[in-house]
């Protein structure tokens, strides 16, 4: 319910369990962690998010030391769960990628580069088949 209609959240969650699963934590508890650490990152990062925002490294960096306080703050000083660097290094780093991904402008950027590039592949494929065609002669 926690991640209900927040896609981004969702994702998030996506990359967050799978990571957070090497904890050893039981299923109920981890589940738990992965969401509410899903939501509270996509709160960050809705809350910081700014024109160009994936262009200004002062921005995304704040951004990963939000998300890092939330480890110890929450996670490990609420919740009293420790998770090492490592593991907060990857879920920090994926979440923020799949959050990228899925900006708006970036998907219509590449959506619209791999749409070239097919075409592109297309003609050339076709180019062959015709020069393979013309070999057979």
Same mark, same amino acid.
């Given at each position: 319910a926690i991640l209900e209609n927040k896609d981004n959240a969702i994702?998030? +969650?996506?990359?967050?369990h799978p990571i957070l699963s090497e904890l050893g934590l039981e299923e109920v508890q981890l589940k738990e962690l992965s969401a509410e650490c899903a939501a509270a990152f996509d709160k960050i990062?809705?809350? %910081? %998010?700014?024109?160009?925002?994936? &262009?200004?490294?002062?921005?995304?960096n &704040? $951004?990963?030391?939000?998300?890092?306080? +939330?480890?110890?703050d929450v996670i490990?000083?609420?919740?009293?769960?420790?998770?090492?660097?490592n593991i907060m290094d990857q879920v920090i780093?994926? $979440?923020l990628?799949?959050?990228?991904?899925? %900006?708006?402008?970036?998907?219509?950027? +590449?959506t619209f580069f791999f749409k070239q590039r097919q075409t592109v592949c297309f003609c050339?494929?076709?180019?062959?088949?015709? $020069?393979?065609?013309? %070999?057979?002669?």
């Amino acid at each position: 319910a926690i991640l209900e209609n927040k896609d981004n959240a969702i994702a998030a +969650y996506g990359v967050i369990h799978p990571i957070l699963s090497e904890l050893g934590l039981e299923e109920v508890q981890l589940k738990e962690l992965s969401a509410e650490c899903a939501a509270a990152f996509d709160k960050i990062i809705d809350s %910081n %998010n700014k024109v160009n925002f994936w &262009n200004d490294e002062d921005a995304i960096n &704040n $951004v990963k030391d939000m998300m890092d306080d +939330y480890f110890y703050d929450v996670i490990r000083d609420e919740k009293g769960i420790t998770v090492p660097s490592n593991i907060m290094d990857q879920v920090i780093e994926k $979440v923020l990628f799949i959050c990228f991904l899925t %900006n708006p402008k970036i998907v219509q950027r +590449y959506t619209f580069f791999f749409k070239q590039r097919q075409t592109v592949c297309f003609c050339i494929c076709l180019s062959l088949k015709k $020069v393979d065609s013309s %070999n057979k002669s």
